[in-house]
């Protein structure tokens, strides 16, 4: 069964502490994608990846940067979490095209206090 | 602008019962559209997938409609469960972006 596996499903960090949130693909995915999901505001994209070592920003990267070293693995960086980066984080991976859609994670809930 | 909506933003409903949802879109050039179910606390797992060419598409008890010229669908659930209640979110795609609606928040109760 193919999967998405992001590391933590809760996470409480502190105000000003560096966040890494991992996220690792088993189907050999080129794309994978990094959203936030808010009640009343849906799925925003942070950043995506459409190979190892590149990165695009989406439309919310303000205070957030990413990592993709290895096809399978793209990494979420808070870099000094603050309490308005609360959320569900959502990895998500697909292939190349419109037409095969994302297979998602099961999410990470931070909290930051 | 690229927007997809949703309505309702909740529904409850009886289990058993029937029930419909909608999306509206005005995303251009449309390539295809995904209704994708996601259970509390969990990720969103694709339902359905329509492109331009089809009208109507069935996963189990959920039918999904596409009006390409009005820029509609619908999912339509069949004597729904009690492990239906879900969110239920509409995602367009164009141009390699996929365009997500804000979800129809769905329960169903016994």
């Known amino acids: 069964d193919v999967k998405v596996t992001q590391s933590s499903r809760y996470l409480v960090k502190r105000t000003g502490e560096k966040v890494f949130l991992e996220c690792v693909q088993d189907?050999?995915?080129?794309?994978m994608f990094w959203y936030r999901q808010d009640p009343g505001l849906g799925l925003r994209l942070i950043y995506f990846?459409?190979?190892?070592?590149?990165?695009e920003k989406g439309d919310i990267p303000e205070g957030y940067s990413v990592s993709r070293e290895k096809k399978e693995r793209f990494s979420l960086i808070l870099e000094s979490a603050s309490t308005n980066q609360t959320s569900m984080y959502l990895c998500?991976?697909?292939?190349?095209?419109?037409?095969?859609?994302?297979?998602f994670g099961s999410g990470t809930r931070l909290t930051v206090v | 602008k690229n927007q997809v909506e949703q309505s309702p933003q909740s529904l409850i409903i009886l289990e058993g019962k029937n029930c419909t949802l909608q999306?509206?879109?005005?995303?251009?050039?449309?390539?295809?559209l995904r209704w994708y179910k996601q259970d509390t606390g969990r990720g969103p797992v694709s339902l359905t997938i329509?492109?331009?060419?089809?009208n109507t598409k069935s996963n189990g008890r959920y039918t999904a409609t596409l009006d390409a010229d009005t820029k509609q669908s619908s999912l339509h659930i069949t004597a729904s469960q009690l492990s239906d209640s879900a969110s239920y979110i509409c995602v367009v795609s164009a141009r390699n972006q996929f365009y997500f609606g804000t979800g129809t928040s769905l329960t169903v109760i016994p």
């Open positions: 990846s459409y190979d190892v070592k590149m990165k």
């Open positions: 189907m050999d995915h080129e794309n």
């Open positions: 999306c509206n879109y005005t995303v251009s050039p449309f390539s295809n």
């Open positions: 329509m492109t331009f060419s089809e």
């Open positions: 998500a991976s697909s292939p190349p095209g419109e037409y095969y859609g994302y297979t």
